[in-house]
């Protein structure tokens, strides 16, 4: 029998590494975080290199789940870290924390067999991410503004199974998307969400998160400057998402780039940005979800509808919690939803959501996110795009509604229903004869929200539509 030693030499020598035992140490990583980034390179930084993170010399060679490199050096004892590629990017505890130098003492010849925990930039074992969430880039190059930022991208659980393109969503401070690890207060469970969804419904969309810039946050989150707080970077970020970053993703992965497959969804800042950037760009963007936005943050956003105009339908999406200032929030969204149907508007495609005891938190976003997501996308979602309520074989009626949904379908037999919530708990599922529908289905056991309800035949036809329980 082979040990693992001497698979792990003929390895490096399948490799063509030259093996010699004079001032050799090998190193081997058995095991890296889940959340990896697919593609990522592992370097090794330490005391026979000036520390350098990303040195050429010392890019491990990957096997499977492992990686090595044999280092020709003289220092010993060793001390080093491994990065992928810069110290933004450098090795942490099993918290995500900061990692005391490794330290090794060796002989020639010797192999020191490693674990890396986790990475610093994305957190620990703490990491809530799903596996099909990864880091695009940790330094994407922003031209427009001069800096770096971490971009994050989602992919459907049918990805990498299938040919399918896919449409796409924006969306702004990426710390609180995906991990709780690198949430400030909490994270929206886009992926958890997204994934739901897909079990529920066997269909996805593509989220490209991008991480906020600390201390920069507000100036690029409004073109507009608030005396106070700061501002005015708005047209420099947004040029960033349009100019270089989308055509980056459309040219990398399977996008529908089309505007009418393109949408922008933030919250606070982020929904000023996202309403700024959707109107600005009514081109690139056909879809705008605008959660709890900071309208407070300069006056000339009510004058900007107007200003630019309605040049595409678009679809927009306004959320607002009744606990948020005192229930201000609310009423400037309303008050907001007038401005774009004077300025040209489609009152049709716009949609108010308050809940009343909604507050300002990532928790609030996080529960309302599945909604808009399906509300803004209806027409990759559902069959029916503009009336979910009606098609050729049924009617739904009344849809919001408080206790009793009634079906109507137009061809005499019956129907089989399913109905769930947007995280795919099943409330409902059997036949139904069409005089047992057109007496009304009683619902008021549920809660208040969003569901998801699947209706077929079982032969011939099959459809969705959101049911709101108001």
């Keep these: 029998m082979i040990s693992s030693n001497s698979l792990f030499y003929i390895v490096l020598t399948a490799c063509g590494v030259v093996m010699h035992t004079s001032a050799q140490l090998h190193i081997l990583i058995q095991q890296v975080p889940a959340n990896t980034p697919s593609g990522a390179s592992i370097f090794i930084a330490g005391n026979f290199n000036s520390w350098n993170p990303a040195d050429s010399s010392t890019i491990l060679l990957k096997s499977g789940n492992q990686y090595f490199r044999t280092l020709n050096i003289s220092a010993n004892p060793i001390e080093f870290k491994c990065t992928r590629g810069s110290w933004q990017t450098v090795e942490g505890n099993q918290n995500g924390g900061f990692l005391p130098n490794r330290i090794h003492s060796w002989s020639p010849g010797d192999t020191l067999k490693i674990n890396i925990l986790s990475w610093e ?27 770096n930022r971490r971009i994050w991208i989602y992919l459907p659980l049918n990805y990498t199974t299938t040919s399918d393109s896919f449409p796409v969503l924006y969306m702004h401070d990426g710390q609180n998307l995906f991990d709780q690890a690198t949430s400030f207060a909490g994270e929206w469970q886009v992926d958890e969400t997204l994934n739901s969804l897909y079990h529920s419904m066997g269909k996805s969309i593509i989220v490209v998160g991008i991480d906020n810039g ?15 707080y700061g501002g005015g970077q708005g047209d420099q970020y947004m040029d960033f998402i349009v100019q270089y970053l989308k055509p980056y993703v459309d040219s990398a992965y399977r996008t529908q780039a089309s505007r009418e497959r393109t949408g922008m969804m933030g919250s606070s800042m982020g929904g000023l940005i996202s309403f700024y950037g959707g109107l600005r760009h009514q081109s690139v963007f056909s879809k705008i979800g605008i959660f709890s936005p900071s309208y407070w943050f300069s006056n000339q956003v009510w004058t900007y509808p107007a200003a630019v105009g309605s040049q595409y339908p678009m679809r927009i999406y306004q959320l607002a919690g009744g606990m948020e200032g005192g229930g201000s929030v609310a009423q400037q969204i309303d008050q907001m939803r007038q401005t774009l ?16 005891n909604g507050q300002h938190t990532e928790a609030f976003w996080r529960q309302e996110f599945g909604e808009a997501v399906l509300w803004l996308f209806a027409d990759h979602y559902f069959v029916h795009t503009h009336e979910q309520n009606q098609s050729k074989h049924f009617s739904i009626y009344p849809n919001p509604f408080e206790d009793t949904l009634f079906i109507q379908i137009r061809e005499k037999g019956s129907a089989h229903l399913t109905l769930t919530d947007m995280t795919g708990r099943l409330y409902l599922s059997g036949r139904y004869s069409d005089e047992e529908l057109g007496k009304g289905l009683d619902f008021s056991y549920l809660k208040k929200g969003a569901y998801i ?3 077929t035949n079982g032969t011939t036809w099959n459809s969705s539509s959101i049911l709101i329980r108001k």
């Design 121 to 147: 930039d994305l957190g620990g074992s703490n990491s809530t991410a799903a596996m099909n969430v990864s880091i695009l880039s940790n330094a994407f190059f922003m031209p427009t503004l001069n800096r």
């Design 214 to 228: 600390g201390s920069q946050r507000i100036n690029e989150y409004s073109p507009w400057v608030n005396s106070q």
């Design 341 to 356: 149907v004077t300025a040209g508007f489609d009152s049709q495609l716009i949609q108010n959501k308050v809940v009343p």
């Design 453 to 455: 309800l699947h209706i």
